[in-house]
């Protein structure tokens, strides 16, 4: 194939405000090359599978030079390879998108550009700024207040002033007394309401409302620093009653969640929304035991089970691969009845087509063990963990139902960020740390290190048995009503 860039724009940071397109382009790209601007939690996004590229920062801490980034760009797209260049905001709004596609352009590259939704807007509306508003502001303005080294601000005060509109002022925060004194030199009144949105839309975002005469004071004040717009109008009046984002009731709680990396997604994204500031911390993977040849022997001999249980999505998938491996489809199940231990499980069937007979009242091994002892007459597969729960066998066992236990997938923890994230917990910078099981427990307790301080931060637990495995480590937990993911976000919003 073909190599081509895409010029991506990621957003201000949220990443829910990344572009359905630029998602795609995502999910598809080979190699990412980003900017310092591009949140962690979009970079989140870059499929495993996709080679990184920064280019914010060098081991010298320099930015790359804009040359080598152009050149970067061109060798790997003409190497054929399928390139996404991400960039903060929108890429041609000061952020230099259209000089690097000349260079292709001129090359000879294909390329394309996905729009981004600019800090510009962005982050005045989740500071509660609209940057238009009927009566107060009929055109909008984007001034970048970025000079180059030792020479003044080259900005036209007076032509500004007379537009009467919002003033939106990029890159601009060393420079921000100046542009002050410029407003105030060409004649704008210095009680002209004016405001600074500090890393907007992300969890630390902070605003400083002022006027213009007072910006300087109050955001020296407050020690406003980079990224952070200036925004100057009458608009700016509207952010005590339309700053919503603040207001979230998870914000300025710092939440660590630790599940698997495909399936961190919706509790990750769930907290997000309700502002808390997540770190996806995945302490265990999961990986299929491939070749399996117990669990295609007893594929090979399914119609002898009455039922066949599933304790996690994982070896849903994992039954599923050896199936389709076998060279069978769902029709091989024929009268098979199906048991999954909880709704996650029971949508990993549905996924196939397949409709759980059974999921138990509560979503445990025990409950399981026991539901199934109760509705089975014949013999039971289970297709588990390595270490599946004995909670589950135990209640067969005690019943006299025969079952063959086959462990599908195993569990492993070696994320390589763990010695960060120690420092960061033992310095107190997490309140909750998810846990969706007792195996998640035990991944964050080997990937931290068992001798690690836990008493900074109150585990938020699926389950009594999750929290168990968490008390052993002296963890202080809550615990959820019911052993689902929205019971697990109520945890970290009752206080
Ligand atoms: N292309 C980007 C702007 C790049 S210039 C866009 O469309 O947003 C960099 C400047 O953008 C920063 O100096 C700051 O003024 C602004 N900026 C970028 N992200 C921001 C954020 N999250 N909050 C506030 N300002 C931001």
Redesign the pocket.
């Known amino acids: 194939m073909k190599g081509k860039v895409t010029l991506v724009?990621a957003g201000?940071?949220d990443p829910g405000l990344l572009t359905v397109k630029g998602l795609q382009a995502l999910r598809r790209a080979e190699v990412v090359v980003y900017d310092r601007?591009v949140s962690p939690a979009v970079l989140e996004l870059i499929p495993d599978s996709a080679r990184r590229i920064d280019v914010g920062k060098e081991a010298s801490r320099h930015p790359v030079p804009q040359d080598r980034i152009n050149q970067i760009l061109l060798e790997e797209a003409q190497a054929g390879c399928n390139v996404v260049r991400l960039?903060?905001?929108?890429?041609f709004?000061?952020?230099r998108g259209g000089e690097e596609l000349q260079v292709l352009a001129q090359a000879g590259a294909a390329f394309e550009e996905v729009p981004?939704v600019?800090?510009?807007i962005a982050?005045a509306a989740y500071g509660g700024i609209p940057v238009t508003h009927r009566g107060f502001a009929s055109s909008l303005h984007m001034i970048t207040g970025h000079a180059r080294e030792g020479e003044p601000l080259r900005i036209d005060f007076e032509a500004l002033v007379r537009t009467g509109g919002t003033l939106v002022?990029?890159?601009?925060?060393t420079a921000m007394p100046a542009i002050v004194s410029g407003l105030l030199e060409a004649g704008m009144d210095g009680k002209t309401p004016a405001a600074m949105?500090?890393?907007?839309?992300?969890p630390g975002q902070r605003r400083c409302d002022a006027v213009l005469e007072t910006l300087p004071q109050r955001a020296a004040e407050m020690g406003i620093r980079?990224?952070?717009?200036i925004i100057v109008g009458g608009v700016c009046a509207l952010a005590p009653e339309l700053c919503w984002f603040e207001r979230l009731p998870l914000r300025g709680k710092r939440i660590l969640v630790t599940r698997p990396k495909d399936r961190a997604g919706t509790l990750s994204g769930k907290l997000r929304e309700l502002g808390a500031d997540v770190v996806e911390f995945p302490c265990i993977r999961t990986e299929a035991i491939s070749p399996c040849p117990a669990m295609a022997d007893a594929l090979g001999r399914l119609p002898a089970y009455e039922w066949l249980g599933f304790t996690s999505a994982a070896g849903v998938e994992a039954f599923w691969t050896c199936l389709r491996g076998m060279g069978k489809d769902a029709r091989a199940l024929g009268g098979v009845k199906l048991a999954a231990i909880g709704p996650a499980t029971g949508k990993a069937l549905e996924v196939h087509g397949l409709t759980a007979d059974l999921i138990p009242e509560a979503y445990n091994a025990a409950c399981m063990g026991e539901a199934l002892a109760n509705a089975a007459e014949g013999k039971i597969l289970l297709l588990r963990a390595e270490e599946g729960s004995p909670a589950l066998t135990d209640a067969l066992k005690t019943a006299g139902i025969a079952f063959d236990d086959i462990p599908v997938y195993r569990t492993i923890c070696d994320n390589p960020r763990s010695a960060e994230l120690r420092e960061e917990l033992e310095a107190g910078q997490f309140d909750y740390v998810t846990f969706t099981s007792a195996s998640t427990v035990r991944g964050f307790v080997s990937a931290v290190g068992a001798d690690a301080d836990f008493g900074r931060f109150t585990g938020l637990c699926i389950g009594e048995q999750t929290a168990g495995e968490a008390k052993k480590h002296g963890i202080a937990v809550r615990v959820a009503k019911k052993a689902a993911i929205d019971a697990l976000v109520e945890l970290a919003e009752s206080n």
Do not use: I
């Open positions: 724009g201000p940071g601007l960039k903060g905001g929108d890429p709004v000061f952020g981004g600019t800090s510009a982050a002022f990029l890159m601009g925060v949105v500090e890393s907007g839309t992300l980079s990224p952070a717009l």
